[in-house]
């Protein structure tokens, strides 16, 4: 656990959010600036930077990050209407926040490009 | 292997891409109707309809795909400014093909909500 991050913070219990949905290694939790009328975002407990820091030994832990996505998708019902799922990278993606995590989002049509 | 399946025709050779990289388990090819500057498409070989599918049995092949993923972006130019990463599901997403594909997408500032 890095005790600077948020994420980690709010994984710990030091910070509080409001949680949607967890498992054995993730937390999922709306994000508190939403960019949809869903829009919740998936974290592993364990500290990752972020996508580009995934390695084969995060494998069981990431197929558990879409588990608990699909989960979420289904209590917001968006299952059956669709939705899109987000990992930013990097400035020019306007990530803040140096722990993974995984948007889901949804509740309405969506335009192309992604921002 | 789906035979009416686009991406499964690609990854079998029996339709053309623009390749940009490859592993075991992964595909990575330029998207027809480019996005942003970069964008590319990293598909699993085997058939999985989309990330609603993912189980813990594609544990290694997902790992494998964010693996893929990276590689595109350090070929691209993108590791230092940053990317976007997104799986489609669903209409509200306006996915049209039934085959899992991470976007890679960067080579500008991007906004947000993602779409």
Known sequence: MATDCLFCRIVAGDLPCSEVASSENTLAFRDINPAMPTHVLVVPKVHVPDASHLRAEHAEMLAELFETARQVAGQEDLADRGYRLVFNVGADSGNTIGHLHLHVLG?????????
């Open 107 to 115: 509740g309405r049509t969506m335009g192309w490009p992604p921002g």
